[in-house]
Structure formats: C-alpha cells, structure tokens
C-alpha cells in the first residue's frame, strides 16, 4: 500500500506545474484525498481535498483560484494542477488517502521550489 508523488520541480513565479500522485496496493476511489505542504521551518499545511467522487473540493484561502485538485480513479491517481506560482508555493508537497476507521496513507512528498 503506497502513495508516490511526481511531478515536482524548479519553476519561476507565476509559472504552472501539476502534481500527480498515483497509487498502488489499494483502489483510491473509496478514499477521500488530500494534498498537503511543509515549508521549511514551517507547519505542515493542508492545502485541498477532494471527496471519492471528485465532486467536492476544498482548498485553503492561500491557494484558493489558482490550484485545483482533480482525480482519475480509473488510473487510481489524483493531481493537483498549480497555476500562479508563487515563492510562498515553496515546499513539499504530500498526497494523503484518508478513509474513515482505517489509517491514513501518506506519499513522501515532492519538492516544489518557487524561485526567481
């Protein structure tokens, strides 16, 4: 039972990239998925969510109108589409499968790097 996330990378501000996070030892469609951060120095921040069905999502004020979480669970990955970079978009990024009454599962992270 795995998480890995790809995708991330060394981008300028204001530029775009899309993580992926793909799953392997279990079906992520019954799960509930998250992405989260850490910044260096920095809380682990929870950044969206989005429910089995990819109907609801939820984001946090500070990435609110430029990242969207989106998910394929034919391909039992979930992404998250960043636009607008910006410097405080610096951190690693977590994928997290989240299912009631069972641990949650968590990938180890891709570093995102915001800089001009």
Same mark, same amino acid.
Request: hydrophobic letters at 35%.
């Given at each position: 039972v795995q998480l890995?996330? /790809? $995708?991330g990378g060394l981008v300028q501000p204001g530029e775009s &990239?899309? &993580? #992926?996070?793909a799953a392997s030892g279990f079906t992520v469609s019954s799960y509930t998925m998250r992405?989260?951060? =850490? @910044? *260096? $120095?920095k809380e682990r921040e929870l950044v969206g969510t989005i429910t089995t069905t990819g &109907? %609801?999502? !939820?984001? @946090?004020? #500070?990435v609110k109108g430029r990242f969207t979480i /989106?998910?394929?669970?034919a391909k039992n990955t979930v992404y998250l589409q960043m636009n607008s970079l910006k410097l405080e978009d %610096? @951190?690693?990024y977590y994928c997290? @499968?989240?299912? /009631?009454? &069972? *641990? !949650?599962v968590? $990938?180890? $992270?891709? =570093?995102?790097?915001? #800089?001009?």
């Open positions: 890995v996330e /790809s $995708g &990239l899309r &993580l #992926s996070c992405w989260h951060r =850490q @910044a *260096p $120095g &109907l %609801t999502t !939820n984001y @946090a004020d #500070s /989106s998910r394929d669970n %610096t @951190a690693v997290v @499968a989240v299912r /009631s009454f &069972l *641990p !949650n968590w $990938g180890r $992270g891709t =570093q995102v790097t915001v #800089s001009s």
